[in-house]
């Protein structure tokens, strides 16, 4: 019986993401600020004048705001970690995801929570143990089983291990998202071949390419099985997840802060609902099965279960880039909304709109806004498409502001 709720954490890697992941039932939201964080390179991350600004969105919204300053740490960094954890400190965000002793350190002497990133590989009690002298939430490695999870969560309570806040240590796991040959992200691929070092925040991803296997000696070539065999499937644990909450963890984290914000709309909705369908005993087989239907139309690279379900192989993408069932066409930009007639007033800057069309409008403020037009005016009449280099109007219930960006919604 699961005796308590889990938390939600979503990516957010621009505005438009954090408003997604507000409007569609978050507990919490992660992201990263400048270049000190995991995601430096493929992500537009938050200035860190922003912070003040992030963190009254999210406490206005009765969330958490939680910044990852988790890449290694040279001496040359230090100087700027302490400065980025001291604005985090009076900017109001409520704990710093750290990997380097560094960053540990300083966040604990600063008075800020601190959560222990998955790159710490932490795999076992007394490791989690030691750390919770320096931390209230520990995110376990990428490579247990929830065999294993579930022990280290039953020992925590049997040795009421405590945080610095004199709380009992919570465990965090990640249950939806990109997966990487590196268990726990500690990998050194980029560097090694690129000189672009992942544990800096600038993967470059060379791992999801298509590779042969030569034999030297006489130069034959094999493809395995054509599979990218360096670059597994996303984490999916929509199916298991009531046994995943089972294990006695207290916090859920999707994976995703260089993806789109539809994605942490669909994906943020789709957990929330799986979330509350277990503490109303509502979960079954129905509901998974139109859960993946929902999650398949989002970027993904095919899912499986990770290593919770005690797999010792993972399961590799059979094709670069992603296997969503829908993609996003862009159309243009918002010039005004009328709130009294609700009614949208577009832009068209490229393809065209028809009656009919699912579309995705997205905006800093907006955040994620999905529909389909039913009727469309140009100059004020009724039309059957409005082109490109049109303005048009059309109902929609939800305001939206200049400049947000209009999309098509197509079967991929």
């Known amino acids: 019986m699961v005796l308590k709720k889990l938390e939600l954490m979503a990516p957010a890697g621009n505005f438009e993401a954090l408003k997604a992941a507000i409007d569609n039932g978050a507990d919490s939201v992660y992201f990263g600020i400048e270049q000190m964080n995991m995601r430096a390179k493929s992500s537009r991350n938050f200035k860190v004048e922003e912070l003040p600004q992030i963190a009254n969105i999210c406490h206005d919204a009765n969330i958490k705001a939680y910044m990852t300053l988790n890449t ?24 710093i995801i750290a990997m380097d002793q560094a960053v ?19 795999t076992n009690v007394e490791t989690l143990e030691f750390y919770s002298q320096f931390a209230d939430v520990v995110v376990l490695s990428r490579e247990l089983s929830m065999r ?30 990109a997966l990487c040959m590196a268990v726990s992200g500690k990998c050194y691929m980029s560097l090694h071949t690129m000189n672009s070092s992942a544990n800096r925040g600038a993967c470059l991803q060379n791992c999801r390419r298509k590779y042969k296997v030569i034999d030297l000696e006489d130069g034959h070539e094999l493809e395995i099985d054509n599979e990218y065999i360096m670059s597994p499937k996303d984490l999916a644990t929509i199916d298991f997840l009531n046994q995943l909450a089972d294990t006695g963890i207290d916090i859920i984290k999707i994976e995703g ?39 398949e139309t989002v970027y993904n690279r095919g899912f499986w279960g990770g290593y919770y379900l005690g797999k010792k192989l993972g399961e590799w993408t059979d094709k670069a880039g992603s296997s969503a069932t829908q993609t996003k066409i862009y159309l243009g930009k918002g010039i005004h909304y009328y709130p009294k007639a609700k009614i949208a007033h577009f832009k068209i800057e490229s393809n065209s709109l028809k009656p009919g069309d699912a579309i995705l409008i997205t905006g800093p403020n907006t955040g994620v806004v999905e529909s389909v037009v039913k009727e469309i005016m140009v100059d004020e009449v009724f039309v059957e498409e409005a082109k490109k280099g049109q303005e048009c109007t059309f109902k929609l219930d939800k305001p939206v502001k200049k400049s947000d960006k209009l999309f098509k919604i197509i079967s991929a």
């Open 104 to 122: 540990i350190n300083y966040a604990k002497k600063a008075g800020l929570s601190v959560h222990i990133s998955t790159q710490l590989n932490i």
């Open 72 to 95: 290694i740490v040279y001496d040359h960094d230090l100087k700027l970690i302490k400065y980025l954890i001291d604005v985090a400190k009076e900017a109001g965000i409520d704990a």
């Open 257 to 295: 802060r260089a993806r789109a914000a539809e994605y942490v709309a669909r994906v943020t909705k789709v957990y929330r609902e799986a979330i509350d369908s277990l503490y109303e005993n509502t979960y079954s087989q129905e509901k998974i099965s139109q859960w993946f239907d929902s999650l």
């Open 148 to 177: 294993q999870i579930k022990h280290i969560c039953q020992e925590i309570e049997r040795k009421n291990i405590k945080g610095p806040l004199g709380e009992k240590i919570k465990i965090e796991v990640f249950a939806h998202g």
